[in-house]
């Protein structure tokens, strides 16, 4: 069997070159591509339907993006060693791609459509996720399925104080900023990534960077897609319309709505007048079938839609009746729950979190088993949304994908101020449960857990606080506004949302997501100079509740105390199956771990109280110890050889006091002399070449008085 196997190949422009093929894999999918990088493949697919679902007004748009184990040469682990669920890491990677592609498509395109993404071959030093977004608009490139791209991701790093595209794993941990971009040939409209306290200026000079590498991507695309020859894309005809409809609509509720829109009402208020004119409006219709309701409501979401934006454009107002840049009122407070080991309350207008800090031991670190990704972490973030926070009836299914991705955000920003891993002992778990929300939730959890953390007694570098910021424009571009501190309408309504996190100095981590072609750098660089003035403002405010880290932990909080051994007593101290380290946590009561570290034994002890802490470390040392010639030591009498005595004076080190050694006159037997588990005081005397440790007892013993010898006849 031939295959018409077509191919491209991207020059990143340092030697390094990106594949893409089309052809040979999964040919029944509407597209399908490899795209390989190194040893690195991903092989990316798409499948649209032919129609669209009845009474169906948006994309459903499914991106999954999931790694083979045996990509990486590793058997996943689990009781079914087969691929499960996505890991929270192939669920990021899923939502970076979705975010890039989902805008790109037509507004009138509504046919479900899924992109799979599978790493089937990987390279240790190539990261995957910067590839999976340029893998999957290539499917969608060499398909019929209509989308209005190609785009492309790529990593943009600063490594030695040089920006690089896509750099390796290797040389990332060098990096002084990271992030994911995605855009197309003429703009960008996805960035995220972290950051060590960067200037605005330097991050536009990334995204900057990282388009002119983008461009060149695209345009590969293009010259793929037309050697397929799918430059021309399905018909379809997925919604229905009756513009006399959309016409009455407007001219019955415009003025209506922006009445409401400028009436600065609270958001349940609003939305339940909102409602009451939708639904007075259609009851003036009379009896009409289901696709005039539809319809009715389609175009009703329109007019609320070009209401509140023309509101922001023409008068400078907002919903809730604040100007652009202000932000809402902001309260806060530490130490809320008493037995959490830091816990803090942070409300900004009707958003909350309520936030907890609980601090664990090395045991508690989480191990990350992902077919590329695999090691363990000692930092935690778990971000919880229940239905109540937004006054909603919904299940509790456990983290979703908004979950994962708005925590991981949340962790991105805190990471880059805690302390060095040498300075915290811990393993940090920190817990934003939302009760409100109305707007950036994920930035109250950023502001909570500083609060919290601070609360904690963990002793960060700097506070951090975060904003998300909004667009407004009009048709022409010719007019726009930007808002600080948005609320969900305004999320929802708007052309962007944009969430910047940092400290008083820089930005540590930022989010951006676009929903308009055509967004300049100028507005680019004025949202990032409003946004520093709005994350200033916030950090100020919580400055009043609390400005820096307490002095010392709560009193309830655990203590960990880190000691070090010589290499050679790491197993003197587990004991042979572990018997030595688990009879210490027993009768201590402290949880004891032990690792080897730059050719050193690290011993980590955990406990409540500093009884058990002194009790454990006095044990370890005892073991770890070296014995010293010349040193006296009081040892137990462990066995009884015709010999002597074996006596042990250190944990596990015995040493032989021989019959002659154990007084100064003649002791002709061992009979009777000692009993076994009795304590003696003895002397090292010597160590020999073979290590055996040579006691004495006599030593310490007072000398008899010699008797003066008898005169001479």
């Given at each position: 069997m031939s295959y018409n196997v077509i191919k491209k190949t991207i020059d990143l422009g340092d030697g390094r070159t990106i594949e893409i093929e089309t052809g040979k894999l999964a040919k029944q999918a509407d597209g399908s591509v490899v795209v390989k990088m190194g040893d690195t493949m991903l092989l990316a697919t798409v499948v649209s339907s032919p129609e669209a679902k009845e009474g169906v007004d948006f994309l459903p748009l499914s991106v999954d993006y999931q790694e083979k184990y045996a990509a990486t040469g590793r058997i996943p682990g689990g009781f079914l060693r087969r691929e499960a669920r996505l890991s929270?890491?192939?669920?990021?990677?899923?939502?970076?791609?979705?975010?890039?592609?989902?805008?790109?498509?037509?507004?009138?395109?509504?046919?479900?459509?899924?992109?799979?993404?599978?790493?089937?071959?990987?390279?240790?030093?190539?990261?995957?996720?910067?590839?999976?977004?340029?893998?999957?608009?290539?499917?969608?490139?060499?398909?019929?399925?209509?989308?209005?791209?190609?785009?492309?991701?790529?990593?943009?790093?600063?490594?030695?104080?040089?920006?690089?595209?896509?750099?390796?794993?290797?040389?990332?941990?060098?990096?002084?900023?990271?992030?994911?971009?995605?855009?197309?040939?003429?703009?960008?409209?996805?960035?995220?990534?972290?950051?060590?306290?960067?200037?605005?200026?330097?991050?536009?000079?990334?995204?900057?960077?990282?388009h002119t590498a983008i461009k060149i991507q695209c345009l590969a695309q293009k010259e793929l897609m037309a050697e397929v020859g799918k430059t021309e894309k399905r018909i379809y005809s997925h919604e229905n319309s009756n513009e006399d409809l959309k016409k009455a609509i407007y001219a019955a509720t415009y003025d209506q709505v922006y009445a409401i829109a400028s009436s600065a009402s609270a958001k349940d208020e609003r939305a339940t007048k909102f409602k009451e004119v939708r639904d007075a409006y259609i009851e003036t219709l009379g009896?009409?079938?289901?696709?005039?309701?539809?319809?009715?409501?389609?175009?009703?979401?329109?007019?609320?839609?070009?209401?509140?934006?023309?509101?922001?454009?023409?008068?400078?107002?907002?919903?809730?009746?604040?100007?652009?840049?202000?932000?809402?009122?902001?309260?806060?407070?530490?130490?809320?729950?008493?037995?959490?080991?830091?816990?803090?309350?942070?409300?900004?207008?009707?958003?909350?979190?309520?936030?907890?800090?609980?601090?664990?031991?090395?045991?508690?670190?989480?191990?990350?088993?992902?077919?590329?990704?695999?090691?363990?972490?000692?930092?935690?973030?778990?971000?919880?949304?229940p239905g109540f926070s937004t006054g909603e009836v919904r299940p509790n299914r456990g983290a979703g994908r908004r979950e994962i991705g708005h925590g991981n955000l949340a962790m991105r920003s805190l990471k880059q101020v805690l302390p060095a891993e040498d300075e915290n002992p811990y393993t940090i778990r920190v817990v934003s449960d939302i009760l409100e929300s109305n707007g950036s939730s994920s930035m109250a959890t950023v502001c909570a857990g500083t609060l919290a953390l601070m609360d904690a007694g963990v002793k960060i570098k700097a506070p951090v606080s975060g904003i998300a910021m909004g667009l407004i424009t009009n048709e022409m571009g010719t007019k726009y506004a930007i808002l600080s501190d948005i609320l969900g309408d305004e999320d929802h309504l708007g052309d962007m949302d944009f969430k910047v996190t940092g400290t008083e100095k820089g930005i540590v981590?930022?989010?951006?997501?676009?929903?308009?072609?055509?967004?300049?750098?100028?507005?680019?660089?004025?949202?990032?100079?409003?946004?520093?003035?709005?994350?200033?403002?916030?950090?100020?405010?919580?400055?009043?509740?609390?400005?820096?880290?307490?002095?010392?932990?709560?009193?309830?909080?655990?203590?960990?105390?880190?000691?070090?051994?010589?290499?050679?007593?790491?197993?003197?101290?587990?004991?042979?199956?572990?018997?030595?380290?688990?009879?210490?946590?027993?009768?201590?009561?402290?949880?004891?771990?032990?690792?080897?570290?730059?050719?050193?034994?690290?011993?980590?002890?955990?406990?409540?109280?500093?009884?058990?802490?002194?009790?454990?470390?006095?044990?370890?040392?005892?073991?770890?110890?070296?014995?010293?010639?010349?040193?006296?030591?009081?040892?137990?009498?462990?066995?009884?050889?015709?010999?002597?005595?074996?006596?042990?004076?250190?944990?596990?080190?015995?040493?032989?006091?021989?019959?002659?050694?154990?007084?100064?006159?003649?002791?002709?037997?061992?009979?009777?002399?000692?009993?076994?588990?009795?304590?003696?005081?003895?002397?090292?005397?010597d160590v020999d070449k073979q290590g055996k440790l040579k006691l004495s007892r006599k030593v310490l013993l007072p000398k008899p008085e010699r008797k003066d010898a008898e005169p001479k006849a």
């Open positions: 929270d890491y192939e669920v990021l990677i899923s939502r970076l791609v979705d975010r890039a592609l989902r805008p790109m498509f037509p507004e009138d395109y509504h046919a479900d459509t899924q992109v799979m993404i599978s790493l089937i071959s990987a390279d240790k030093n190539i990261m995957p996720d910067a590839l999976a977004g340029l893998a999957a608009s290539a499917a969608l490139a060499v398909s019929d399925i209509p989308f209005n791209g190609p785009i492309s991701e790529v990593r943009v790093a600063k490594i030695d104080g040089q920006l690089v595209i896509n750099p390796t794993l290797s040389d990332l941990e060098r990096a002084t900023l990271e992030f994911i971009v995605a855009g197309s040939e003429h703009d960008i409209n996805m960035v995220e990534g972290e950051s060590k306290e960067i200037q605005e200026a330097e991050l536009v000079e990334a995204i900057k960077f990282a009896e009409i079938d289901d696709v005039t309701k539809f319809l009715a409501k389609k175009y009703y979401h329109d007019v609320e839609y070009d209401a509140i934006r023309n509101l922001v454009l023409d008068e400078g107002k907002r919903l809730d009746g604040r100007k652009t840049t202000e932000i809402r009122p902001i309260w806060s407070e530490v130490s809320y729950l008493p037995s959490a080991h830091g816990s803090a309350v942070f409300t900004r207008g009707e958003t909350q979190s309520l936030t907890t800090v609980t601090l664990g031991a090395k045991d508690d670190e989480q191990m990350i088993d992902g077919a590329f990704i695999n090691g363990y972490q000692k930092f935690l973030l778990h971000y919880n949304f981590a930022c989010q951006m997501d676009l929903k308009i072609n055509g967004l300049s750098y100028e507005v680019l660089t004025n949202a990032l100079d409003q946004a520093k003035q709005g994350r200033l403002h916030i950090l100020g405010e919580m400055a009043k509740t609390i400005s820096a880290p307490r002095e010392d932990y709560k009193p309830f909080a655990p203590r960990i105390v880190t000691i070090k051994i010589d290499k050679e007593f790491i197993g003197a101290v587990i004991g042979p199956g572990g018997k030595i380290i688990q009879e210490m946590q027993r009768e201590t009561g402290a949880t004891i771990s032990i690792e080897e570290k730059d050719n050193q034994g690290i011993v980590q002890i955990f406990a409540d109280d500093k009884a058990s802490i002194d009790a454990a470390v006095s044990r370890i040392r005892a073991i770890a110890s070296k014995p010293e010639v010349g040193e006296i030591y009081e040892g137990k009498v462990r066995s009884i050889m015709p010999f002597g005595a074996f006596v042990e004076i250190m944990p596990g080190k015995d040493g032989l006091l021989h019959i002659s050694e154990i007084d100064h006159k003649r002791i002709e037997t061992m009979d009777g002399v000692f009993e076994v588990g009795e304590m003696v005081k003895v002397k090292l005397i």
